[in-house]
C-alpha cells in the first residue's frame, strides 16, 4: 500500500514528466497549428501563443492540404514508399529471419565466426555500405530501378542479430515433435517458429517500415524518375519547389509526420517488448 507521500511524489514526477513532454511536442504543436494557416497568418502570428493555435474552422481550413494532395504527386511517392516497404517487410522477415534461425539452431561449420562478422557489420559506417551498394547496383544495371532499390535493402545484419536473440530460446524438442509429423525445417520455420516470435516480427516490421519512410539517400542514389520516388524525395522537391507556400510546406511535412506518429503508436508496446527480449537471451 502506498504511503500519502509516495502517491503525492508519483504525481509530481508525473506532473515533471507531462511538462517535460511539452517542450518536446512544442515543435510538433507549432507545425500542426500553422499548416491549416496561410503565409500572412503564420507571419503574424510568430511572435505570439497564437502561432500555437490552428484558425478557426471555415471554407479554406484545408486548402494547404487540398493544395499538396491535388497539385502534386504527393499521394504518388506514398504510395511508392508503402509499396517498397510492404515488400521490404515481407523479404525482410523471411531471409533475415531464416538467416537468424539458422545461427540459431542449426549446426554448420564456423557458424560463430559468422555471427561475429554479422555483429561487426552492424558498427560499419552507413555510407561505407551505401557506396559499395551504389557501384554493384550501377554496375549490374539496375539503377532506376525497383529491384535495384529493394535488392540491397533485403539484408539487415541487426535484424538477424535480433531473430537469433529470440530463435536461441526457442525449445528443441518442439521441433523433434514437428519432425515426427514429417514436418520439413522450412514449414517447421513458418508454421511454428514464426508464430511463436511475434514479439521480434512485429519489431522488425516497424523498424523496417521506419527506415524505408524516412529514408532519403539510398532513395536518392538510386532514383532518377519521378515516377519512383519516395515520399522523403518527394518531400524535398515539394518544398524545394519555389511556388509552395511556407503553409503548404507545414502541411507535406505533417502528412510525411503522420504515418510515423501512428505506426510507433500502435506498435510501441511490440517494439519494446521485442528490443527487451533479445537483449535477454544467452547464447
Known amino acids: 500500500m502506498k504511503t500519502r507521500k509516495q502517491k503525492i511524489g508519483n504525481w509530481i514526477l508525473v506532473a515533471v514528466m507531462l511538462i517535460a513532454s511539452l517542450f518536446f511536442l512544442f515543435p510538433v504543436i507549432w507545425m500542426v497549428a500553422n499548416s491549416f494557416k496561410t503565409d500572412a497568418a503564420i507571419t503574424s502570428d510568430m511572435n505570439s501563443m497564437a502561432a500555437f493555435i490552428p484558425p478557426a474552422l471555415n471554407g479554406n481550413f484545408f486548402d494547404n492540404y487540398i493544395t499538396i494532395l491535388t497539385d502534386t504527386s504527393f499521394l504518388k511517392y506514398t504510395a511508392n514508399t508503402l509499396f517498397y516497404a510492404a515488400v521490404l517487410i515481407v523479404l525482410g522477415i523471411i531471409v533475415n529471419g531464416l538467416a537468424g534461425y539458422a545461427l540459431a539452431k542449426i549446426k554448420f561449420p564456423f557458424r560463430e565466426r559468422w555471427l561475429m562478422i554479422i555483429m561487426l557489420l552492424?558498427?560499419?559506417?552507413?555510407?561505407?555500405?551505401?557506396?559499395?551498394?551504389?557501384?554493384?547496383?550501377?554496375?549490374?544495371?539496375?539503377?532506376?530501378?525497383?529491384?535495384?532499390?529493394?535488392?540491397?535493402?533485403?539484408?539487415?545484419?541487426?535484424?538477424?542479430?535480433?531473430?537469433?536473440?529470440?530463435?536461441?530460446?526457442?525449445?528443441?524438442?518442439?521441433?523433434?515433435?514437428?519432425?515426427?509429423?514429417?514436418?520439413?525445417?522450412?514449414?517447421?520455420?513458418?508454421?511454428?517458429?514464426?508464430?511463436?516470435?511475434?514479439?521480434?516480427?512485429?519489431?522488425?516490421?516497424?523498424?523496417?517500415?521506419?527506415?524505408?519512410?524516412n529514408d532519403y539517400l539510398w532513395p536518392s542514389l538510386v532514383f532518377t524518375s519521378g515516377d519512383l520516388l519516395t515520399a522523403q524525395i518527394g518531400l524535398n522537391a515539394i518544398t524545394a519547389n519555389e511556388n509552395t507556400t511556407m503553409g503548404q510546406t507545414l502541411a507535406v511535412i505533417t502528412l510525411v509526420t503522420i504515418p510515423v506518429i501512428i505506426i510507433y503508436s500502435f506498435f510501441s508496446k511490440q517494439i519494446v517488448e521485442g528490443v527487451v527480449s533479445t537483449g535477454s537471451k544467452e547464447g
Open 122 to 213: 552492424m558498427i560499419v559506417p552507413m555510407e561505407t555500405i551505401i557506396t559499395i551498394h551504389f557501384f554493384f547496383i550501377a554496375k549490374v544495371g539496375l539503377l532506376n530501378n525497383v529491384i535495384g532499390y529493394i535488392l540491397p535493402m533485403i539484408v539487415n545484419p541487426f535484424n538477424i542479430f535480433l531473430f537469433r536473440q529470440v530463435f536461441v530460446s526457442l525449445p528443441d524438442d518442439v521441433y523433434e515433435a514437428a519432425q515426427l509429423d514429417h514436418c520439413s525445417p522450412l514449414k517447421y520455420f513458418f508454421t511454428m517458429v514464426l508464430p511463436m516470435s511475434k514479439s521480434v516480427v512485429a519489431t522488425v516490421s516497424v523498424f523496417t517500415f521506419l527506415n524505408v519512410w
